[in-house]
Structure formats: structure tokens, C-alpha cells
């Protein structure tokens, strides 16, 4: 008699897995609408009988946001919705500032015929735009694929929860309605580039911290006429 046959724990932690996927696709999807305030608390009893699932779920989902940044975990606390506003937006801006040169000086040291066609591609993309949704995708992949060039997906990681895609969508489709903001990202992004193929790891180290600086610099004066 064939022996009966029975889920194995990959069966079941492929279950368990795809309820974490729903959790955190409807919580993600309350914080970026709006739906939770910045600074609301996220209790996970109350948000495991609002999905009908257990805290266990809610809870791995809530620490996988935490990990994108679109939430705060509170040590002993819980967690609470992170302030995604212009001034957390600087804040990230910052760190980015302090990485992303670094990751431009080793993508032009270590890139490959491969990453130099990605990047080509990206800006290819972000050239012919036709809506600020499009250009900021287009520009968000220039920056992965000069992190992937690096080799080391650790930065590249860092780099993606560092860049909350709605966030920036919503902020750059404002700067490309009112300035040329997609001509002068394409124009840069085609120097960063140049010095990564030629293999100019300084040059390329140079060029990315201006890149971002200016980015900067364009939204700094509307954070300081917020705080005033």
C-alpha cells in the first residue's frame, strides 16, 4: 500500500508565507494611502481580526516594513506608521548623499559590459518619459543598476529601503511639473555613466555626489518654509 501523502514543511511554510505576502500588501497599502497617520500605532491584535488572520502574520509583515522604512518599530512598544513627509524624504536624501558616491566610485572599478547595457537602458528609459511616474522608475533604475554593478547586493538592498517608491513618485511627479528636472536627471545620469565605462572611479565618485547634492538642495527650501 502506497504510504498516504502529506504536506511537506515547505508545503506548509509556503502557506504560511503567502498570508505574510497579504498582510503586508494591506498594511503597506493603508500606510501609503493615507488611511494610517504618520505616528499611528499599529496594534496587531486589532490588525489580525481586521484581516481575519492571526498576530503572526501581521507581525512578520509589520517587521518587513520596518524594514523599508515605511514603519517604526518601537523597542517594547510595538510599531507605529513612519513619517514619510518631505522631511523624512531629506533624511534619506542624506544617507544616500553619504552612500551613493561610494557606490558610483566601485560601479565604475568593478561594472560589467552587462551593467554598463543596464544602465544604458534606464536612461534610454528615463530619456522618453512621458509622465513624472515614468521618469522617476526610469531614474530609480539608473541608481539600482549602478549598485548592482557594485557586485555587492548588501548595498544594493540598502539602497531599495532607502528609496520608498510611492514616496518618490509622488515627490518627483511635483519637480518634473515644475522644472526640468527630467532633462538635467537624463544629462547627469549620461556623465555618471561615462565615467563608469571608461573606468574613472573618481570621476564617477565626483559626478554622483553632485548628482545628489542637487537633489538636496532643490527640496531643502521647501522643508525650511514648512518648519517657518
Not at 96 to 110: K, V
Amino acid at each position: 500500500m502506497d504510504a498516504v501523502s502529506r504536506p511537506g514543511r515547505g508545503d506548509e511554510r509556503i502557506r504560511v508565507d503567502s498570508v505574510v505576502d497579504l498582510a503586508y500588501r494591506r498594511i503597506r497599502d493603508l500606510v501609503l494611502s493615507g488611511e494610517l497617520a504618520p505616528g499611528a500605532r499599529l496594534g496587531q491584535v486589532e490588525l489580525a481580526e481586521r484581516f481575519g488572520i492571526s498576530r503572526t502574520p501581521v507581525r512578520e509583515a509589520l517587521r518587513r516594513l520596518a524594514g523599508e522604512g515605511l514603519v517604526d518599530q518601537i523597542s517594547n512598544r510595538g510599531f507605529r506608521v513612519a513619517d514619510l513627509g518631505l522631511d523624512a524624504v531629506l533624511r534619506r536624501l542624506e544617507v544616500r548623499a553619504l552612500l551613493e558616491p561610494g557606490i558610483a566610485r566601485l560601479a565604475a572599478e568593478r561594472r560589467s559590459e552587462r551593467d554598463i547595457a543596464s544602465l544604458e537602458a534606464a536612461i534610454a528609459r528615463e530619456e522618453v518619459a512621458s509622465s513624472g511616474i515614468e521618469a522617476h522608475d526610469a531614474s530609480r533604475d539608473f541608481h539600482l543598476a549602478l549598485a548592482r554593478a557594485t557586485g555587492n547586493e548588501e548595498l544594493v538592498r540598502v539602497l531599495e529601503s532607502l528609496w520608498i517608491v510611492e514616496v518618490g513618485r509622488r515627490l518627483l511627479s511635483r519637480r518634473y511639473a515644475v522644472s526640468n528636472w527630467q532633462a538635467e536627471d537624463v544629462a547627469e545620469h549620461r556623465d555618471i555613466l561615462a565615467a563608469v565605462e571608461l573606468r574613472r572611479p573618481e570621476e564617477a565618485e565626483r559626478l554622483m555626489a553632485e548628482h545628489v547634492r542637487r537633489a538636496v538642495q532643490h527640496w531643502e527650501p521647501e522643508r525650511r518654509g514648512a518648519v517657518q
